[in-house]
């Protein structure tokens, strides 16, 4: 599709992504519900029929209709995050490389890049599981709730409901017309992974920026400035982060809408599709440019090393060192409280004092404390479930990766 | 407890019930984290001995420490709905009570009151099932995870959660310091049940309003007024109805608190209990009334079904008895509708228009029409799961009641 | 526009306001930007023509140019609220109605019609002021900004102010590139007003379902039922009511896109637009349809003075005699209270007690106390600024009024 | 306060300010309500004495019991933001430090540090006047609704608006008995104020980290940890940016209670008080600390010089220069983002191009061009109001200066 060159396009060596252009757009629905209207008009017509309401030519004359409207209507499609297995080579890929674990935005312990991009493996796991508990919970039939009452007509709502893949039929038929569960449960989950995506988003924003440096996006995820000739920004993380707010918004309005509602149907429940609608729309586009950019994420190891050897960051193994040389852990604490006092007065970090430096805040301090104190030493002592250590977390990424199949399978068969 | 008289007291014949009274009050939390503190400790300290990091003289000693401590904390214990079979029971004696159903507040179509309550049963029961997932799913051990790097000594984690009843060990060290997943669903599945619980609420009002007068509220969760001598206010539904604002209010405060965050841990996350421990007592106090008061709650039958007899709430019978004569439905529901228009002009609902009256919309009208027209008819033609006829109710509830002692061992467990 | 008849038009005497049709399709704000943008061009080139930066030559080739993009673009035009006056009348011609006054939806006290309309009028005044505050304060030129520190090029940046119809220029460059408070404290605004015109909606819906029976809707503001032939829903307060939720849902997204972004402009900007937009949007056709609605409301005062006999509505009436007479007023309102018991024993309301039954409660009970219990005697006596007295109601409503046209003059000012 | 030393205080050379103690605990507001109900029935009584409903003895007897109750609740005062004075001061100190003015965390163009601050300025300034306009619009007496409908005694209502420092009367009774408008519009204007200050949270701990290093946040007003020895955590800020998610969620719940509901009074409003309250003493204390805080930040005036020598941050002073000398402003942009992706290649900034490199991207640029290049003439150039240029920054001090005595006349007129 050959555009109107932007303005700033000179400073980027690749064009903007597809992808990222559609998503900065706004997405349309108004033919989504049609589609899903006339395959539940099928299915019901032909029960119908199989329980001799309407006769064999009456539904041979519905099903020619409707599949002649289905073909009036140009379907859109999504496809979900294009290729998963991607982030895991990507993480995997890293496992080893060290970079400065932040609590406070302070360095706090070195980490491996792969153990940091596992702890967002964790939390979209948990996403997905509440996602598929979610779906199994309101793929329920409300064929048959009528008005409200039930219907007079002798139906059959297993049928139905089997014919179109729903895993039950709704208990009740007041609550089948009232209820909104279904779209205020999407909206928590998807509020949720927008919880998840925005930190990954802020996360990147920052490893992008000058003072970090810790990555470099590829140019086809930025974009320039019309002013400003040299910049290059981060608008995919940006704009991710942004729209959590928007995912928020719709769980709040669907929350408000529903509170206080007597039963059963009441007109302000046709408020109910925009939010869900934007709410699915915007964790499915975000998810997919997330796909995307973090499989092709640059890191820059020099950078992240940098990092990691300013702040002290081995501080708490020289304490661990002292209580495993039998120092209780108040006094350890306090002897490397001292020390790192005394490095921050020489303008170094902790691990350059010299060795005689060391000793006289502890004449525990042996010379084995040099290993203890490199980033290496550090990430390996971790050495369990869960933790930092490059064997542990390439032990995570085959597990995790152990489960995409089976979750693949599954969504498969739900589609 | 001998109480002052409230200035309102002698409009009731029975006195407000303690629960009511602790119900309107805050309550504390101070010392619930203590408890599971302590537990946590004597678990960790167990294992800490079995791996040898301290000696078992060590481990006496802290045990010794903390049962101590412990019983210098005086607890405080809450029971969960008194008795759900109760409540089963009550909507039992009422399936065959005929009420109006409404939608938009205006009268639809007659549907059985038991059949009404058990829309709530069919809510309460997704409500449990999301509870009981949320917590399978954050029932993971975080200890190991140290700062958030994981730990250099060599713990057993598998160990500590077996002891404590976890499921299972967080995955990754920085997901379990910085995640928050655990307090953002908690408060999500928390709002859902404040939904449910806050349209009962708005029922309850109405029905206990007298231009309704549908039920009547056992005194104790009723209050007067100290300035107007003759009120009866159903305060406890109010009360339930504004606090879904509330619970709505933690969830947002958490969402926006974990939005954006770098990992791992910042002291944002400090602002996660209140909003938590609230939405988990709101929940809980706002169940345990409502069951006591359903379980009381008087219907009035006479009420119901004048109610049901002012709306022309079989004019879709009526419809329908056309249709199955062979009448297009569209041509049915627009001689039902000038029906409809008659009866209003005439002043009555439209199952007292004479015979000659009524066959006046269509030749199609014949005797059999009148059984059509009765309340009972309506709802006994309803038969299908899911329907209001009194035999669908019955079920329905024999199966609710088969589901409640499986829930009861799930949570007796999890305790 | 001759429309395909509705399958429930036979129910109606007359077709859905075209107003209220729209009122439920979305909106759409495609073009409205561009021509702010345009306007805002004109001004910015005849500045820069004023400096001495553009050629008299290039200003005239611009607004050439510009004015021809203008005329391309067909606009589209929203008026605010018909017929405000209409809505005084309304209340005027029921000043002396009386209806029953609710809390706690138990009846409360007697007050009339048009005092109960006018606690709207309070709302609908505050919100006024708000949002002209809000207008006086947003309505600064951020022209002269630039990227963020304030442009090279000496521009005059109040004279394109002055242009434009700005109150002044923004004081900082940073501030005007991020600041989103206009758009967060206008939906802050939005919120309100929605917050009350659903108080409104919701007393509609009760006051037209039958068992209240107050006020009937016109038809055009109703809709009825493709199922149920007897139905006329009240849609359109039920749509506002739903429509709260969606602006409370704007509100949040935007406080949770601005939280915690650094300076200057980040692109989680870029979703500011669409809650803003639609906030505005959904409150001006809110405010459009009620407008309408209110006007041709029409009262039952019949069923409004049924209901105010059956709840013992002068009970505090009676309490405030016998205090009068000198009874403490914990004695009076207990005395009160016995004989509210014996007219629910006795099936009736307190005021058609005999007086040898009444006296019997406290023997300061004279035959004057008839007058005390009437309804008319009841409203009368709340004859203070803000009391029901159909006196202190007109005087209000003339107060009301008197403040119109001021608001008109500053309206049109604005414009 | 002699207090039990903390683990990680040897790490530091000042004690945590004792605000900031207060800050992280909870506060308590049992005792608010008390002393305002006192003044107000201390009122009430003279107004009913002056009217001859109460005697002059009884008024009496009522005065000597209130002050007594007064004497026996002890009073807990709060001061407002401790001197203001200070902040403009350290602002005004900076006003010619250089430091690079980001957007989307990248370098844009150097700003100076004072005008950065004013930023801030600005935005406290309307979260000032939105909060005046707040009170003056509810600062109306209700006294007098009584339980809805007014009262049936002869009261005074502007004798007790006056005494109690009131601006005027509720003109309505309905509204008065029903309204949480001021608690709504309070909790917004307080979701702003958090809005600024976490937005300036982000900012100070984006500047006290490492990689950042712009400034050095006062050890009071940090912590450490008890883990790591080396931590010196911005608690402060961090905990600010988390409580902005807390007075949201006070907002949401308000909104929610609020929404729907009838008039007058219903038992949802006891939900009221927990929230405002609660975001009052958000606020209060947010902004206390911060006033603190800034007042001893210390910047760091070579790591903010050396940040902003590294973005190409002059990159549109040059186009700009461009522009001047008649190159189209798109031809000027593209030859400036040849030129700085040339200095990428070579690993400078933009300004350390030798003139011959830089010549070699436009004919047009000539010897003059190094002053452009440099941070202080990109700067000086902005010079207009609301521009970064030191001298306008000097004036948007003194402007904001000169208002804070009528501010603070304010303040002390309305407490």
């Known amino acids: 599709m050959p555009k109107k060159k932007q303005l700033w396009s000179s400073r980027f060596s690749e064009a903007v992504d597809p992808a990222v252009r559609k998503f900065t757009s706004s997405l349309s629905f108004d033919k989504r519900l049609a589609l899903y209207d006339i395959q539940g008009s099928l299915a019901h017509a032909r029960m119908l029929g199989a329980c001799a309401i309407l006769t064999r030519r009456d539904v041979a004359a519905i099903e020619r209709g409707l599949a002649r409207v289905r073909r009036e209507i140009e379907t859109g499609r999504f496809e979900w995050s294009p290729d998963d297995e991607d982030v895991h080579v990507a993480i995997e890929r890293h496992a080893t490389l060290i970079m400065p674990g932040y609590t406070h935005l302070q360095v706090a312990q070195p980490v491996t890049f792969g153990h940091h991009l596992l702890a967002y493996v964790a939390m979209l796991e948990r996403d997905y599981e509440r996602l598929a508990e979610c779906r199994r919970r309101v793929n329920r039939l409300p064929l048959g709730a009528a008005a409200l009452a039930g219907t007079g007509f002798a139906i059959d709502r297993e049928r139905v409901a089997r014919e179109l893949g729903f895993d039950g039929v709704a208990e009740n038929s007041l609550d089948a017309v009232s209820d909104r569960d279904f779209a205020i449960e999407f909206c928590a989950c998807a509020s949720l992974v927008m919880v998840h995506l925005s930190?990954?988003?802020?996360?990147?924003?920052?490893?992008a920026s000058p003072r970090f440096g810790f990555v470099r996006l590829p140019d086809r995820y930025c974009t320039g400035s019309s002013i400003m000739p040299q910049k290059k920004n981060p608008d995919v993380p940006e704009l991710v982060r942004g729209k959590s707010g928007r995912v928020?918004?719709?769980?709040?309005?669907?929350?408000?809408?529903?509170k206080?509602?007597?039963l059963a149907y009441n007109k302000d429940n046709q408020e109910d599709k925009e939010p869900l609608f934007d709410a699915a729309a915007t964790v499915k586009s975000s998810l997919g440019v997330f796909a995307g950019l973090i499989a092709?994420?640059?890191p820059v190891p020099r950078a992240m090393r940098a990092a990691a050897l300013e702040g002290h960051a081995t501080a708490t193994d020289l304490a661990d060192y002292l209580v495993r040389k039998g120092v209780p852990f108040r006094d350890a604490h306090e002897a490397v409280a001292r020390a790192v006092r005394e490095a921050e007065r020489a303008g170094v970090d902790l691990a350059q004092l010299p060795f005689s430096k060391l000793?006289?805040?502890?004449?525990?301090?042996?010379?084995?404390?040099?290993?203890?104190?490199t980033l290496e030493g550090s990430v390996a002592a971790r050495n369990h479930i869960g933790g930092t250590a490059p064997a542990q977390v390439r032990q995570a990424i085959a597990r995790a990766r152990s489960r995409l199949p089976r979750a693949r399978k599954r969504l498969a068969k739900s589609k």
């Open 260 to 262: 206080g509602q007597p």
């Open 248 to 258: 928020f918004g719709s769980l709040v309005a669907l929350l408000a809408i529903m």
């Open 296 to 298: 092709d994420l640059v």
């Open 199 to 207: 930190r990954l988003a802020e996360e990147l924003v920052l490893w």
């Open 359 to 373: 000793r006289s805040f502890s004449p525990k301090i042996g010379r084995d404390v040099k290993g203890i104190l």
